[in-house]
């Protein structure tokens, strides 16, 4: 006779709830507990500032601190001399010039600007520089090389890229587009990429000639840069071809001045007309925006971000893992929660580009591995970022996981792309001062770098061969 099943009788109303395990303490919900009140009074120059003038949009771009003699004027006695010693040679060596805005310069621990996660990625000093890996080059990802027209990259089948001009609100120190972006600096002279309509003209062109393109990121540069108009023309010319389906306008701007969501009300309305005309034309058009550490929500992002979700447009975040940055399994966790809470998606945490100049900023591809497993299962699947490696050389973005060798004693991981470019090896190489002392003395010379290459691109191919034999005797 079949066992009966048990079903649990339904408490009654008024009997109390067992709970299987306690509630948390709200008050430990990190990720909710924003900045708010008038911060930048911290910051000697901004201590007479108001609300009104510290969200206005224009006053932020006007006061933005773009060499060290501007730095020393904000802050003061905040910090000693000789860490603007430190900044000013730190400037002199940097391949992108210094874009903060006083909202980010607001948000820094000027008690401890070492350590700081929001100093490390935005202002240079000269004493913790490393010196690169000698595999770095300036266009990392080649995106030049991909590109038919002067700021159009086109490597995926139906995605291409537009970089629509070349300032940001915010200059990085790790820009991958450091090439491109902002101006010259005594190390690099830059590719111009200006806002013109003429070269938009072909890039528009191109795209409109190819039926495979249905995916178009708008970056640059810095979607937030664009006028109101010249957001109009763009997203509106593109949504008039059949063959575009989908379009991201790229920007950092929520993470460095959000109060532009919320005073720049032409700019805003363009962005949700073009939105909104997509929705009825079938198409998306989205934000794609990249916040990196916790701290850079504050809470006005939360009530600009809030502004932007209330007019139905989709923000999807973009982040880079970096060391000292969010390199630990808490920090991530927060990042990805507190996204969470302002309703945007954590799309991407991207191992840090091969980028000249910022050694100290990347991180091992097992730093990422190990990162990865513990943020997956903090919330919904929909909501935990895919971690992936840019693959040098124009692979295209790998999820971490799914490299064909990684020799943690050499650094060096092997990264394929069959979709992208069939039978290419891609190469990621870890930081140099994270190898032990031997290996970093076999980088240093030119023969054994070869081998070190050469042996982890036999091993990547002898995996390749041995899974291509075995899954050609599973067939017969
Ligand atoms: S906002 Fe983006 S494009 Fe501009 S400097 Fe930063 S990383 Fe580069």
Redesign the pocket.
């Known amino acids: 006779m079949d066992t009966p099943i048990k079903i649990g009788r339904a408490p009654a109303h008024d009997e109390p709830i067992q709970h299987l395990k306690p509630p948390v303490d709200e008050t430990t919900l990190a990720h909710k507990r924003l900045l708010d009140g008038a911060f930048w009074h911290r910051i000697p120059a901004y201590r007479s500032v108001d609300e009104q003038t510290f969200l206005d949009h224009s006053w932020q771009a006007k006061n933005t601190i773009t060499n060290p003699q501007k730095l020393l004027f904000a802050l003061q006695d905040l910090v000693p001399q000789d860490f603007y010693d430190d900044v000013a040679s730190g400037f002199a060596k940097a391949p992108?010039s210094i874009r903060v805005s006083p909202y980010l310069l607001s948000l820094i621990d000027w008690a401890n600007p070492y350590t700081d996660p929001l100093r490390r990625q935005f202002v240079p000093v000269a004493s913790r520089l490393l010196p690169d890996h000698p595999k770095l080059t300036l266009d990392s990802l080649h995106e030049q090389e991909d590109a038919p027209v002067p700021g159009l990259t086109h490597r995926y089948p139906d995605k291409a890229l537009f970089l629509a001009l070349d300032t940001?609100?915010?200059?990085?120190r790790?820009?991958?587009?450091?090439y491109a972006?902002?101006v010259d600096t005594d190390s690099v002279d830059k590719v111009s990429l200006k806002a013109t309509e003429d070269r938009w003209a072909r890039a528009f062109q191109y795209i409109s000639e190819r039926p495979e393109l249905e995916d178009i990121v708008v970056?640059?540069?810095?979607s937030y840069q664009l006028k109101a108009r010249q957001v109009s023309l763009i997203g509106n010319t593109l949504l008039e071809m059949p063959n575009i389906q989908r379009i991201r306008f790229a920007t950092?701007g929520p993470a460095v001045m959000p109060m532009k969501l919320l005073t720049d009300h032409e700019w805003l309305d363009a962005l949700t007309n073009v939105v909104d005309r997509g929705r009825k034309l079938h198409k998306e058009v989205v934000l794609h925006t990249?916040f990196n550490h916790p701290n850079e929500i504050t809470a006005i992002t939360k009530k600009a971000l809030d502004r932007v979700f209330e007019r139905g447009i989709i923000v999807r975040n973009q982040a880079v893992l970096q060391r000292g940055v969010n390199d630990t399994v808490e920090t991530m966790q927060l990042l990805v929660k507190r996204l969470g809470y302002c309703n945007v998606h954590p799309y991407y945490v991207y191992q840090h580009d091969l980028v000249k100049g910022v050694e100290d900023l990347r991180t091992t591809l097992q730093t990422s591995i190990d990162i990865e497993k513990s943020v997956r299962g903090t919330t919904a699947g929909f909501h935990t970022p895919t971690f992936v490696c840019d693959a040098p050389g124009g692979g295209g973005k790998r999820v971490i996981h799914s490299y064909e060798h990684y020799d943690r004693e050499t650094g060096v991981s092997v990264f394929t792309a069959p979709s992208v470019k069939p039978g290419k090896f891609f190469l990621y190489y870890d930081p140099i001062d994270t190898l032990s002392p031997e290996m970093q003395k076999r980088w240093m010379d030119p023969i054994e770098q070869e081998k070190m290459i050469e042996d982890a691109a036999n091993k990547a191919g002898a995996k390749l061969d041995a899974r291509a034999a075995a899954s050609s005797i599973q067939r017969l």
Do not use: A, E
């Open positions: 992108m940001c609100p915010v200059y990085c790790f820009c991958t587009r450091s972006v902002g970056s640059g540069g810095d950092k990249h």
